[in-house]
């Protein structure tokens, strides 16, 4: 099993440009989940997907954030227009559907904005 | 309302001596409880986790954590640390009967001396 695959791993942008992130969950997992880690935050929830349907998106930050996940198989996270303090680490993980699942987390996003 | 608390930012053990890492919870029902650790530009990785039974669970690489319900506790424990152990550690949880995404701890450093 090739586990959740992200991309890009490194990222470095400009303030105001358009940012995307990519997530491929596990084949055959329901739930979908971004996060973020930062120093000052640590890790926080952003956004989760149930078979492609976004439950809760109480954790993103502002209308600059926005989530889709639009098969089963992908999910992006955009980030428009970047600013320098979005600057973390973004991860994507998976899960089967029974609530004492166990989350799988890819490799991370590291995002740098200017 | 779900929190976690590593009260340890570091600790430091000598290889071969017993390790501990500390982590107590709050929640509103009952409920599931993670360990994931985390090598530098690596992602989360899973430990172990508490569903319910028996309160001592045991997870990869010889970790083991024991699940105290009347001091809401679930160290992590280890009975012989490798200098390889030395990484982030973060413990999470989530209300059984709540929400989907995790609630991570700040994490704790673990540092495996030579």
């Known amino acids: 099993d090739a586990g959740v695959i992200q991309s890009p791993r490194h990222e470095v942008t400009e303030m105001g440009q358009e940012v995307t992130l990519r997530c491929k969950p596990i084949?055959?997992?329901?739930?979908l989940f971004w996060y973020r880690q930062t120093m000052m935050r640590g890790l926080e929830l952003l956004i989760y997907?149930?078979?492609?349907?976004?439950?809760?998106d109480s954790g993103m930050p502002e209308d600059r954030f926005s989530a889709k996940m639009p098969n089963a198989s992908f999910s992006t996270l955009k980030i428009q227009p970047s600013e320098p303090r979005d600057s973390a680490v973004y991860f994507c993980?998976?899960?089967?559907?029974?609530?004492?699942?166990?989350?799988?987390f890819g490799p991370g996003t590291r995002l740098l904005v200017l | 309302a779900q929190s976690v608390a590593q009260p340890e930012d570091q600790v430091n053990v000598a290889e071969g001596n017993p390790l501990t890492v500390k982590c107590t919870y709050s929640?509103?029902?009952?409920?599931?409880l993670f360990w994931y650790v985390q090598y530098p530009n690596r992602g989360l990785q899973f430990l172990l986790k508490?569903?319910?039974?028996?309160?001592l669970v045991k997870g990869s690489y010889g970790f083991e954590a024991e699940f105290n319900k009347s001091q809401t506790s679930f160290h992590l424990k280890k009975p012989s640390a490798l200098v390889s152990d030395s990484a982030l550690y973060f413990c999470?949880?989530?209300?059984?009967?709540?929400?989907?995404?995790?609630?991570f701890g700040s994490g704790t450093r673990l540092q495996v001396q030579p």
């Open positions: 993980a998976s899960s089967l559907g029974q609530p004492q699942e166990t989350q799988y």
């Open positions: 084949s055959g997992h329901d739930y």
């Open positions: 997907f149930n078979n492609n349907v976004p439950i809760d």
């Open positions: 929640v509103s029902g009952n409920p599931y």
């Open positions: 508490y569903i319910t039974g028996d309160n």
């Open positions: 999470a949880v989530r209300d059984k009967g709540g929400r989907r995404a995790l609630t």
